[in-house]
């Protein structure tokens, strides 16, 4: 497709279940950013990769949270032993690089933690 | 840690009406750019502003980049319905390529 892809759209889990939630960016796009937001509210950044390494990382909220990026293209955003507090929509974005000038957003992925 | 602080927080208006949204900073950004986002779905990239003091006007829309490149402004001439969403500023921490997101104003303009 010509945008950013994430999947599943949607998922609800059960807290204490990991879960794995995958974005695919636009071809050729060696930036990839993962942002999450609650409800209603500004986004909070979570980790960026340039190609497949991750130089900033600082915004994973604790070491439940990691992210891969493979083939400089699919990134997949981890969550292991899920909390309530873990649910909002993870948004991802890709660019092209040097410098990254616009973001092109991902529809997200609603995580709902029961 | 860089901060980015919007104001107001909800606007509620009546189409016709002028509107500005503000975004704070105590931290100096290489660039900031103007989100909105709608209901589902991702932020779309309004406008970019690099230098201090810039102006830029899209349509009925025009964006400020403060002198020290702390702070900007997004002004809405005669509002319109379709002008709803969440308007979110992000700004491009120096010395990195991580964009830092505003709080979100969340606009509501009304028939």
């Known amino acids: 497709g010509a945008g950013v892809s994430q999947s599943p759209s949607n998922k609800v889990t059960e807290k204490g279940k990991d879960v794995e939630l995958r974005c695919d960016p636009i071809s050729g796009h060696t930036a990839l950013y993962w942002y999450r937001q609650r409800l209603g509210q500004g986004l909070e950044f979570l980790i960026y990769?340039?190609?497949?390494?991750?130089?900033?990382k600082s915004g994973l909220p604790s070491d439940r949270f990691s992210a891969e990026r493979t083939g400089e293209s699919v990134s997949t955003l981890t969550i292991q032993r899920t909390q309530q507090e873990d649910s909002a929509v993870y948004l991802c974005a890709s660019s092209l690089w040097d410098p990254p000038e616009k973001l092109f957003f991902g529809s997200g992925t609603q995580l709902s933690v029961l | 840690t860089q901060l980015l602080e919007q104001s107001p927080q909800f606007l509620s208006i009546q189409e016709g009406e002028n509107l500005t949204v503000y975004c704070n900073s105590s931290?100096?950004?290489?660039?900031l750019q103007w989100y909105r986002q709608e209901p589902g779905e991702g932020p779309v990239l309004l406008v970019t502003?690099?230098?201090?003091?810039e102006v830029k006007k899209l349509k009925r829309l025009t964006f400020q980049f403060g002198d020290a490149r702390k702070d900007s402004s997004l002004h809405i001439t005669a509002a319109q319905p379709g002008d709803t969403g969440l308007y979110l500023c992000?700004?491009?921490?120096?010395?990195?390529?991580?964009?830092?997101f505003g709080t979100g104003t969340r606009l509501k303009v009304l028939a």
């Open positions: 990769f340039q190609g497949n390494s991750a130089p900033d």
């Open positions: 931290s100096v950004f290489s660039s």
């Open positions: 992000a700004g491009l921490a120096s010395g990195t390529y991580k964009y830092i």
């Open positions: 502003v690099v230098t201090g003091g």
